[in-house]
T-cell receptor
Framework: EAGVAQSPRYKIIEKRQSVAFWCNPI?????LYWYQQILGQGPKLLIQ????????DSQLPKDRFSAERLKGVDSTLKIQPAKLEDSAVYLC????????????FGPGTRLTVL | AQKITQTQPGMFVQEKEAVTLDCTYD???????LFWYKQPSSGEMIFLIY??????QNATEGRYSLNFQKARKSANLVISASQLGDSAMYFC?????????????FGKGTTLSVSS
C-alpha cells in the first residue's frame, strides 16, 4: 500500500514570495490533515478536510494561508505572502475516516523562508 | 494551558535496557484518545501505540506499552529492550473526541538516544 505522498520535499524562498505544497493521501482515506511543525516543537494542526469539505481551519492564518481539496483526494496548501516565521516542516496526514485511530503521515515539506 | 506536556527534552539509555518517556495531558472531555508517535531524523511520523480513555487495560504493541494512569492524567510510553534504531524524537498526542475536528494535539517531544 502506497503511503502519503508530498512534494516538494524541500523549498527555499524569500519572504513575501508565494509557495504551494501538494499532498496525495492514501487511496480511500476520506480525512486529510495539514500540520505545521516548527523546529523543536510538535506538529500543530492547520486544517482538516473530510472528503472535500473543511472540518476545522480554526488555526489556519487565513490572511496568508489557503488550502483546498477540490475532488476529495489530493490537496494543496498555499502560503502567500510568506513570512520568516513560516519556516517549518509542513506535514500532511490522512486517515480512513474521522475518528479513526491511526493517522498516516507523509514525509513532509521543509520550507525555509529567507 | 498546555494540553500535552512532555517534561523530558532528552533521554539516554543503553541498548537492551527499558526506558520510560513521560507524558501528562489536560482535558475536560470524558472521551479522548492518547497516541505516541516516533519521528526519526528522516522526518516522517510513525504511529506507535494508542490508548482510549475508556479502555480498561493498558495498550501494548510489541516492545511498546502505554502506562495509562487516568486519575493522574498521565500516559507514559515504556519501551522495553531498547535498540539502536529506537533513537529518535518521540511525541505524545491527544485527540478530544467531542470536538468538531479529530486532529491530534501534540506535545513538544522527547529525544531518545540509545547507545551500544
Amino acid at each position: 500500500e502506497a503511503g502519503v505522498a508530498q512534494s516538494p520535499r524541500y523549498k527555499i524562498i524569500e519572504k513575501r514570495q508565494s509557495v504551494a505544497f501538494w499532498c496525495n493521501p492514501i487511496s480511500g482515506h476520506a480525512t486529510l490533515y495539514w500540520y505545521q511543525q516548527i523546529l523543536g516543537q510538535g506538529p500543530k494542526l492547520l486544517i482538516q478536510f473530510q472528503n472535500n469539505g473543511v472540518v476545522d481551519d480554526s488555526q489556519l492564518p487565513k490572511d496568508r494561508f489557503s488550502a483546498e481539496r477540490l475532488k476529495g483526494v489530493d490537496s494543496t496548501l498555499k502560503i502567500q505572502p510568506a513570512k520568516l516565521e513560516d519556516s517549518a516542516v509542513y506535514l500532511c496526514a490522512s486517515s480512513l475516516a474521522q475518528g479513526y485511530n491511526e493517522q498516516f503521515f507523509g514525509p513532509g515539506t521543509r520550507l525555509t523562508v529567507l | 494551558a498546555q494540553k500535552i506536556t512532555q517534561t523530558q527534552p532528552g533521554m539516554f539509555v543503553q541498548e537492551k535496557e527499558a526506558v520510560t518517556l513521560d507524558c501528562t495531558y489536560d482535558t475536560s472531555d470524558p472521551s479522548y484518545g492518547l497516541f505516541w508517535y516516533k519521528q526519526p531524523s528522516s522526518g516522517e511520523m510513525i504511529f506507535l501505540i494508542y490508548q482510549g480513555s475508556y479502555d480498561q487495560q493498558n495498550a501494548t504493541e510489541g516492545r511498546y506499552s502505554l502506562n495509562f494512569q487516568k486519575a493522574r492524567k498521565s500516559a507514559n510510553l515504556v519501551i522495553s529492550a531498547s535498540q539502536l534504531g529506537d533513537s529518535a524524537m518521540y511525541f505524545c498526542a491527544m485527540r478530544e473526541n467531542n470536538q468538531a475536528g479529530t486532529a491530534l494535539i501534540f506535545g513538544k517531544g522527547t529525544t531518545l538516544s540509545v547507545s551500544s
